[in-house]
C-alpha cells in the first residue's frame, strides 16, 4: 500500500439537518455537503458522533452515506461511519459503503458493553480479516470500550485493511505513543485527531488531520489552521488555535453535544430542525440564549451579522486561570514540539 494513499487533512463529522416531522432534510443535507466541498475540508465524515449515529436507524444511517455519496460526487473522500451494534452488522454496512464508492470506513470500539483490551483487538480483528473496504480505528474513550497502544499496534502489524486511527480522546502524550508504536512498520498508517482544541499540537506531533466538529461551521477556519500549521507559519497558527478554541468549548461545553454545534451551524445559514433528542423547557431556555453568544463568536470574524442586541465587548486573549488556555504553556509545548522535530530532521 502506497503512503500516498493515507487519509490526511480535514474530514467534516457531518451534522444532519432534519425536517419539521424530523426526517432527514434531503435538499438541506446536500446544499450543506456542497457548501462544506465549496469550503475547502478535505474530505467528508457521515454518520459520526456530532452526527448524532445513534440516533438514526440503520436504514437511515445507510441512506444519510448514500446522500452525502452522491452529492460528493467524488470531489472530496468520504470516511463513513459504519459501527452497528454487532461485528455482523458492521460488516454489512462496510460492503455496502464499499458499494458506494466510499474511501474508508470509521468504526468504534464496542460500546454499551465496557470490554477488555483482548476482546477489543478480537472484534476489529475479525473486521479487518472481513472488511471489503479499509478501516479505521475509532478511539472515544469517553463512550466507548478504549482502544489502548498495543492494540493499536498490532492490528497495524496483522491487518492490512486497517489503515488508521481516529482518537477523540484529546490525549497528546497517548498520541504520540500510537504514532511511535505503529509508525516504522506502517508508514501509510494515518492519525487523525478528533478533539479540535489541540488539532495544531496534535499535528505538530505528527498527526495527519483531524475529523474536528468545528469544520462543519467554520470549515474556513479549520482549513486554515491546517494550511498554516502545515505550512510552519507557527504563530499565526496559535493565534488562530486560540480563537479556534473559544468557539470549540462554547459549543461543546455550554449545552448538550451536538445541540451547540447544530445551533451554531443553523448561524450559519441552514435549517437544522429540531434535534431528535428531546429537550427540557429550561434546556430550551438556555440554547436560546447560546445561540446569541454562537452569533457573536461567528460575528468576530465575520461569518455573521451581531444579534439585534449587540455583542459585548470582545473578551481580552486567553489568561491563565479563567478557564481558557494559557499561552505561554502552549507557547512551551509548541516550542518543544519543533525542536524536536528539528532534531529529528522533520522541520
Known amino acids: 500500500m502506497e503512503t500516498s494513499t493515507r487519509l490526511t487533512g480535514i474530514f467534516t463529522p457531518n451534522l444532519?439537518?432534519?425536517?419539521?416531522?424530523?426526517?432527514i432534510n434531503e435538499p438541506e443535507l446536500r446544499r450543506y455537503v456542497d457548501w462544506l466541498i465549496e469550503r475547502?475540508?478535505?474530505?467528508?465524515?457521515?454518520?459520526?458522533?456530532?452526527?448524532e449515529f445513534t440516533?438514526?436507524?440503520a436504514e437511515e444511517r445507510r441512506r444519510i452515506v448514500e446522500i452525502?455519496?452522491?452529492?460528493?460526487?467524488?470531489?472530496?473522500?468520504?470516511?463513513?461511519g459504519a459501527a452497528e451494534a454487532n461485528v455482523r452488522e458492521t460488516l454489512k454496512a462496510c460492503e455496502y459503503y464499499c458499494s458506494l464508492g466510499v474511501r474508508a470506513v470509521a468504526i468504534v470500539s464496542p460500546f454499551y458493553y465496557r470490554l477488555s483490551p483482548a476482546s477489543v483487538y478480537a472484534y476489529f480483528k475479525e473486521i479487518g480479516r472481513n472488511s471489503p473496504i479499509d478501516v479505521t480505528l475509532y478511539n472515544i474513550p469517553m463512550f466507548a470500550s478504549p482502544i489502548d497502544v498495543p492494540t493499536v499496534q498490532r492490528l497495524a502489524d496483522e491487518c492490512e485493511r486497517i489503515v488508521g486511527i481516529k482518537d477523540s480522546s484529546g490525549d497528546i502524550p497517548q498520541m504520540i505513543r500510537m504514532i511511535q508504536a505503529?509508525?516504522?512498520?506502517r508508514p501509510d498508517f494515518c492519525f487523525l485527531t478528533g478533539w479540535d482544541a489541540a488539532l495544531m499540537p496534535m499535528l505538530l506531533i505528527g498527526c495527519d488531520g483531524g475529523t474536528n466538529a468545528s469544520s462543519g461551521v467554520v470549515p474556513e477556519l479549520t482549513r486554515k489552521l491546517y494550511d498554516l500549521t502545515m505550512a510552519s507559519r507557527l504563530d499565526e497558527a496559535r493565534e488562530l488555535q486560540y480563537s479556534l478554541i473559544r468557539l470549540f468549548d462554547?459549543?461543546?461545553?455550554?449545552?448538550?453535544?451536538?445541540?451547540g454545534f447544530?445551533?451554531?451551524?443553523?448561524?450559519?445559514?441552514?435549517?437544522?430542525?429540531?434535534?431528535?433528542?428531546?429537550?427540557?423547557?429550561?434546556?430550551?431556555?438556555?440554547?436560546?440564549?447560546?445561540?446569541?453568544?454562537?452569533?457573536c463568536l461567528l460575528a468576530e470574524h465575520g461569518f455573521?451579522?451581531?444579534?439585534?442586541?449587540?455583542?459585548?465587548?470582545?473578551?481580552?486573549?486567553?489568561?491563565?486561570?479563567q478557564g481558557q488556555p494559557d499561552p505561554d504553556e502552549l507557547n512551551r509545548i509548541v516550542q518543544r514540539v519543533v525542536a524536536e522535530l528539528h532534531r529529528r530532521g522533520l522541520l
Open 16 to 23: 444532519v439537518p432534519l425536517d419539521s416531522e424530523g426526517n
Open 40 to 51: 475547502g475540508v478535505h474530505g467528508l465524515y457521515p454518520n459520526g458522533s456530532t452526527g
Open 55 to 57: 440516533r438514526f436507524t
Open 68 to 80: 452525502i455519496a452522491d452529492q460528493t460526487r467524488g470531489r472530496v473522500p468520504i470516511l463513513a
Open 182 to 185: 505503529v509508525r516504522p512498520n
Open 250 to 259: 462554547t459549543m461543546i461545553y455550554s449545552a448538550e453535544f451536538p445541540e
Open 262 to 295: 447544530r445551533a451554531a451551524v443553523g448561524l450559519r445559514g441552514f435549517q437544522m430542525g429540531i434535534g431528535r433528542q428531546p429537550l427540557s423547557p429550561e434546556q430550551k431556555v438556555d440554547l436560546e440564549a447560546l445561540r446569541d453568544t454562537l452569533q
Open 304 to 321: 455573521t451579522d451581531e444579534p439585534l442586541g449587540g455583542c459585548p465587548p470582545a473578551a481580552p486573549s486567553a489568561r491563565p486561570g
